[in-house]
């Protein structure tokens, strides 16, 4: 699962029992040789859906990580993107991996996107890569508020999810499991470690974004000739 130069199991588990921002500072600058770093591909396959070169004034990539996302934005946009990161070492991480890659100028922004970091801005697109599950259910509907305050009215928000998998799919023992462990844990050591990979199924995501003030679209993602199970939520503010 982990490319050689990746973290080993001691940090791994360093990781873990830290909070959620001290936890991604250790992880930062091996986070891309993990396979919780966002697949090109599926990044590639959301930008093409997003719209032409040049076709958003102003963009910004929520819980932007090492950047992984930035690539794929800046040949979009006209004016600005900014990613907005609470780990420092993610952000330096992004900083020094895609600070002169090509395309609108890059911001990067110390924040959390649950306070204050997404005053309004103007912003035409919104993104979120990887990271939904770092946004607990009770934070879900203040999260998605705030967001809907960055976006300029038509503005849109884009991410990916899923359905939740189908019970005799090996992937839902797996993402139960995980959340379960997770759960337990946070029970167990201080400060909370917040990851959960079942805490936006595409059916109430639905349901949070109409209520949210979003009119929602989907669009199914596809790897070469095959159609993946991952939908594309294009949400625009109404």
């Known amino acids: 699962?982990?490319?050689?130069?990746?973290?080993?199991?001691?940090?791994?588990?360093?990781?873990?029992?830290?909070?959620?921002?001290?936890?991604?500072?250790?992880?930062?600058?091996?986070?891309?040789?993990?396979?919780?770093?966002?697949?090109?591909?599926?990044?590639?396959?959301?930008?093409?859906?997003?719209?032409?070169?040049?076709?958003?004034?102003?963009?910004?990539?929520?819980?932007?990580?090492?950047?992984?996302?930035?690539?794929?934005?800046?040949?979009?946009?006209?004016?600005?993107?900014?990613?907005?990161?609470?780990?420092?070492?993610?952000?330096?991480?992004?900083?020094?991996?895609?600070?002169?890659?090509?395309?609108?100028?890059?911001l990067l922004v110390h924040g959390d996107v649950l306070r204050s970091a997404l005053a309004p801005r103007g912003f035409e697109l919104a993104t979120i890569f990887g990271a939904l599950g770092h946004v607990r259910p009770r934070d879900q509907a203040p999260f998605l508020a705030a967001v809907r305050d960055a976006l300029e009215p038509g503005g849109r928000l884009a991410f990916v999810t899923a359905p939740v998998p189908t019970p005799w799919s090996p992937a839902l023992p797996l993402a139960a499991g995980f959340d379960l462990a997770m759960w337990v844990r946070n029970r167990l050591v201080r400060p909370p470690f917040v990851m959960y990979y079942l805490a936006w199924p595409l059916g109430r995501t639905r349901r949070l974004l109409r209520e949210s003030g979003f009119a929602v679209r989907e669009r199914r993602l596809t790897l070469g000739r095959h159609t993946t199970r991952v939908r594309l939520v294009i949400a625009t503010r109404e």
């Open 1 to 106: 699962m982990f490319h050689p130069d990746g973290p080993s199991l001691g940090e791994l588990a360093r990781q873990a029992l830290s909070s959620t921002r001290r936890g991604y500072d250790l992880l930062a600058p091996k986070f891309d040789r993990t396979p919780f770093r966002t697949p090109d591909w599926l990044l590639a396959a959301a930008a093409a859906q997003l719209g032409a070169p040049g076709s958003v004034a102003r963009a910004v990539d929520l819980c932007c990580g090492t950047g992984a996302a930035l690539p794929f934005l800046r040949p979009l946009c006209r004016e600005l993107v900014a990613g907005v990161d609470f780990s420092y070492g993610m952000l330096a991480e992004a900083q020094r991996r895609h600070a002169a890659s090509p395309g609108a100028p890059l």
